[in-house]
């Protein structure tokens, strides 16, 4: 095996081909690589924490569940996507908040992700992705209703139904289209 101070230094050395070799040798390591990442981590290198997020989000241990959620806040849009598309993968109910906050970024990959992290967790996150759902910022509307259209849990069949109302075209279609995936979309109104 490579020893671990190597596989840190060819993670962090700048070329994504060699930075993924070192990667997955690094998950191999398990728990004895997380000392080592989580130092990564906190590096002032934005690319250095991207790949640090990255290994985590394969190391199964509760060091690494904190350090993805904490990345959610990370100021690079960049580590904070990885962290998001890792919790989506790795569903975690301690990230709920700030996965909720996301919802609404400026950036729309980030918040697809977020959404997509929320969905995962399906009855653990339908209620606030529910009150999220009524939330002033069409953005986070829009967010919400389409990460309870993917959402599996039965619990999100009120919520899609109240945002068939929304003034938001995207919001309506996100409420149908989480309806009709759940064999809901023939809606009856009394005349």
């Known amino acids: 095996m490579i020893?671990?101070?190597n596989l840190i230094d060819e993670l962090i050395c700048g070329d994504d081909v060699r930075a993924e070799r070192a990667s997955a040798a690094l998950i191999r390591w398990g728990a004895e690589a997380l000392p080592p990442l989580l130092h990564v981590v906190q590096s002032s290198s934005p690319?250095?924490?991207?790949?640090?997020?990255?290994c985590l989000s394969r190391i199964y241990h509760a060091p690494a569940d904190q350090t993805l959620v904490d990345a959610l806040q990370d100021p690079n849009v960049g580590v904070c996507q990885a962290a998001a598309l890792s919790l989506r993968q790795r569903p975690l109910a301690a990230a709920l908040p700030r996965l909720i906050s996301l919802l609404g970024s400026e950036d729309g990959l980030l918040s697809r992700l977020a959404g997509d992290a929320l969905a995962a967790l399906g009855a653990v996150g339908t209620p606030a992705l529910a009150q999220a759902a009524a939330d002033p910022s069409p953005?986070?509307?829009?967010a919400a209703v389409r990460a309870l259209a993917l959402n599996e849990y039965p619990g999100a069949i009120p919520a899609l139904y109240a945002s068939l109302q929304d003034a938001s075209a995207l919001v309506e279609h996100w409420a149908t289209d989480g309806l009709e995936r759940r064999g809901l979309g023939m809606v009856y109104f009394q005349p």
């Open 47 to 54: 690319d250095h924490r991207w790949w640090a997020v990255h």
């Open 3 to 5: 020893p671990l101070s």
């Open 139 to 142: 953005a986070t509307r829009i």
